[in-house]
């Protein structure tokens, strides 16, 4: 695993204190029994460049991702309400998969504070100037991992998948990873965009069934420990990609948590 080591700060503080203000603001109202890639999502997964030859660069610094680009997304991922509904908090290590640009490894830094670590899997070159030089230069309790293989196993006490899940093509392969990387009294908070039938898996809109979710985290060892609607949105036509607005992260959303089956 690739590790960016950062001076601890107040930084933690400042993210918590603002994910706080930002819960207060939603109103948080956390449910659920027991108690968010490939690079392709919009919003979570941009920040990368290409030089000529193909390969990746570091961003330009004006174009460096940064959470004040960001916060127009909240209003509709809620991301306090997500962390909180997988009991996410301080001094947690989490694992955020397919951390992209760093939407959600941000926010997580602040909220498990200078005692957690947030492992950032497959975040892109823009996650990686943020760290260097960016808002994150600060935070001092980031890893970035190039892989699922390069993380520890029993590290996690949470992992998120975060609009991530439709991509995959082997889920038990994914299940198995996940398995072993989470501690077993774990938890993993899954966000994916739900379609309007209860089964399958639509290639066209990458859309899924929740039951089909549901079904496949079963096969690969997870049990169904809780569910809440606070992603749901009912103008969603379930016909195309991006929802009623073409925005990925405005669409009708299932917001599930699992633990390991005994």
Same mark, same amino acid.
């Given at each position: +695993?690739?590790?960016?080591?950062?001076?601890? @700060?107040?930084?933690?503080?400042?993210?918590?204190?603002?994910?706080?203000?930002?819960a207060?603001?939603?109103?948080? *109202?956390?449910?659920? *029994?027991?108690?968010? #890639?490939s690079?392709?999502?919009?919003?979570? !997964?941009?920040?990368?460049?290409? %030089?000529?030859? #193909?390969? !990746?660069?570091?961003?330009?610094?004006?174009?460096?991702?940064?959470?004040?680009?960001?916060?127009?997304?909240?209003?509709? $991922?809620?991301?306090?309400?997500?962390? *909180?509904?997988?009991?996410?908090s @301080?001094?947690?290590?989490?694992?955020?998969?397919?951390?992209? $640009? #760093?939407? %959600?490894t941000?926010?997580?830094s602040?909220?498990?504070? $200078?005692t #957690?670590?947030?492992?950032?899997?497959?975040? =892109?070159?823009?996650?990686?100037?943020?760290?260097?030089?960016?808002?994150?230069?600060?935070?001092?309790?980031?890893? +970035?991992?190039?892989s699922?293989?390069?993380?520890? =196993?029993?590290?996690?006490?949470?992992?998120?998948?975060?609009?991530?899940? !439709?991509?995959?093509?082997?889920?038990?392969?994914? +299940?198995?990873?996940?398995?072993?990387?989470?501690?077993?009294?774990?938890?993993?908070?899954?966000v994916?965009?739900?379609? %309007?039938?209860?089964?399958?898996?639509?290639?066209?809109? !990458?859309?899924? &069934?929740?039951?089909?979710v549901?079904?496949?985290? *079963?096969?690969?060892?997870?049990?169904?420990? &809780?569910? $809440?609607?606070?992603?749901r949105?009912?103008?969603?036509?379930?016909s195309?990609?991006?929802?009623?607005?073409?925005?990925?992260?405005?669409?009708?959303?299932?917001? +599930?948590?699992?633990?390991?089956?005994?």
């Open positions: +695993m690739s590790q960016i080591k950062q001076v601890n @700060s107040p930084w933690s503080q400042l993210v918590l204190t603002f994910a706080l203000c930002l207060v603001s939603f109103g948080v *109202a956390c449910a659920g *029994a027991g108690q968010e #890639g690079g392709t999502e919009q919003g979570e !997964h941009n920040g990368a460049e290409e %030089n000529g030859e #193909g390969e !990746h660069v570091h961003p330009a610094e004006e174009d460096i991702p940064k959470r004040a680009d960001e916060t127009d997304r909240d209003e509709y $991922s809620r991301p306090v309400e997500v962390y *909180a509904f997988g009991g996410i @301080s001094g947690d290590t989490v694992v955020d998969i397919g951390a992209g $640009s #760093g939407y %959600n941000f926010l997580l602040g909220v498990v504070g $200078s #957690g670590e947030v492992i950032a899997e497959r975040g =892109n070159e823009g996650l990686a100037a943020r760290i260097e030089h960016g808002d994150l230069a600060e935070a001092g309790n980031i890893t +970035m991992a190039e699922r293989a390069a993380i520890p =196993n029993g590290s996690a006490d949470a992992i998120v998948l975060i609009r991530e899940y !439709h991509l995959v093509e082997d889920y038990l392969g994914l +299940m198995a990873d996940l398995s072993r990387i989470l501690k077993d009294d774990g938890a993993l908070v899954v994916e965009v739900r379609s %309007n039938e209860a089964e399958g898996h639509n290639m066209t809109t !990458h859309r899924l &069934g929740e039951q089909t549901i079904a496949q985290f *079963a096969e690969g060892g997870f049990t169904l420990a &809780g569910e $809440s609607d606070i992603l949105r009912d103008d969603d036509d379930y195309i990609y991006g929802g009623p607005m073409n925005i990925r992260y405005i669409t009708d959303r299932m917001l +599930m948590k699992f633990v390991k089956t005994p």
